[in-house]
């Protein structure tokens, strides 16, 4: 049986190998050192390292921006039976930006259309879901497409696309799956997200802004 790994809980990165260890079999990320428990066989680690929360043990379910803010959805404790929202008013830091852009591509292939269109399109929001033994994630991109001869984009979602098989006894298949690159992109998007709810927007974050307070500078209010 072939064994799927998911990519590194903590990096994000597709770096996570399988390794012998003192008779024991332990998934290892060769980028950050992040690792699952020893265990007897390869596919009792690939499994313990597959079902590894991820960054601040929040499982996200929804990243949206628009000219009303930012819109975060995620779920929290344990089997993640809660759910949180947090929407805000307050712009994004350019990398936060920059993820969300760096999605364009993909809603191009998935839907399969003209490669010189990429400019047109505008990412609007990631819808994430969870399924099979190992609550394998799964994706779809929405965006908007400028029409040029209609005062109203086209909405686009992709298909929805796990980013391996839920069941591990069948093959990766592009048809069915995100690409690589794609899980990448959107596990990149999920980390700026986990940094905007930390504080961190543009310009500065709000801890260095409540610093600057502190010392007797004035700070600009932000308007909702």
């Known amino acids: ?19 012998t260890e003192e008779g024991a079999k332990v998934v290892r990320c060769v980028n950050c050192g992040c690792a699952c428990a020893a265990q007897a066989t390869e596919e009792a680690a690939a499994d313990a390292w597959n079902k590894r929360k991820t960054l601040g043990d929040r499982r ?12 975060i959805a995620y779920q929290q404790g344990a089997g993640f039976v809660n759910e949180y929202t947090a929407k805000c008013t307050e ?11 760096d999605l364009r591509k993909f ?7 003209p490669e010189d269109y990429i400019d047109r399109i ?27 001869n209609s005062n109203a984009p086209l909405n686009i979602n992709t298909p929805n ?32 997200a986990e940094e905007y709810l930390s504080g961190v927007r543009q310009q500065t974050s709000l801890f260095e802004a409540e610093k600057n307070s502190d ?3 004035t700070v600009p209010p932000k308007v909702a």
């Open 1 to 19: 049986m072939k064994i799927f790994l998911k990519p590194c809980p903590v990096c994000y990165g597709h770096t996570a190998a399988m390794f």
């Open 60 to 71: 996200y379910t929804k990243i949206k921006y628009s000219d009303k803010g930012v819109y």
């Open 91 to 101: 712009e994004p830091a350019p990398n936060f930006l920059e993820a969300l852009k």
């Open 107 to 113: 809603v191009i292939e998935m839907c399969e259309l």
């Open 122 to 148: 505008t990412v609007k929001s990631v819808s994430l879901n969870y399924g099979g033994e190992a609550d394998t994630m799964g994706a779809t991109i929405g965006a908007s497409m400028e029409l040029y």
């Open 161 to 192: 696309k796990p980013e391996m098989p839920y069941n591990p006894d069948q093959e990766w298949d592009e048809k069915t799956c995100l690409t690589e690159e794609c899980v990448f992109a959107i596990r990149k998007l999920v980390l700026v």
């Open 215 to 217: 010392q007797g500078e």
